[in-house]
């Protein structure tokens, strides 16, 4: 069930990614992420990027979990980025 979830969010956004003024975009001009984190309600303190897609993703079986699965998936794609150029663990709290 968790690969089908995840195979469908990854058919939401097309490589190659671009980052651009705050913005995370796919090949496609479609929004991915960005970092407009600052006045959202609750406050996430910790926060530095947004998951964006949730007005295409919202009226498809499983919104919720599919949503989820675009998350982290760029959270894993980060985390082997940042370990590929020697970025360790990142000594987080």
């Given at each position: 069930?968790?690969?089908d979830?995840?195979?469908?969010?990854?058919?939401h956004?097309t490589?190659?990614f671009?980052?651009?003024?705050?913005?995370?975009?796919?090949?496609?001009g479609?929004?991915?992420?960005?970092?407009?984190?600052?006045?959202?309600?609750?406050?996430?303190?910790?926060?530095?990027l947004?998951?964006?897609?949730?007005?295409?993703?919202?009226?498809?079986k499983?919104?919720?979990?599919?949503y989820?699965?675009?998350?982290?998936?760029?959270?894993?794609?980060?985390?082997r980025?940042?370990?590929?150029?020697?970025g360790g663990?990142?000594?987080?709290?």
């Amino acid at each position: 069930m968790r690969d089908d979830i995840e195979a469908r969010a990854r058919r939401h956004f097309t490589p190659p990614f671009r980052f651009v003024s705050g913005y995370i975009w796919d090949a496609n001009g479609e929004m991915v992420a960005d970092d407009h984190v600052i006045g959202e309600d609750p406050p996430q303190p910790d926060a530095v990027l947004r998951v964006r897609g949730w007005g295409r993703m919202k009226y498809e079986k499983e919104s919720e979990a599919l949503y989820d699965a675009v998350g982290r998936a760029i959270a894993e794609a980060l985390t082997r980025g940042w370990e590929l150029r020697g970025g360790g663990d990142g000594g987080g709290a």
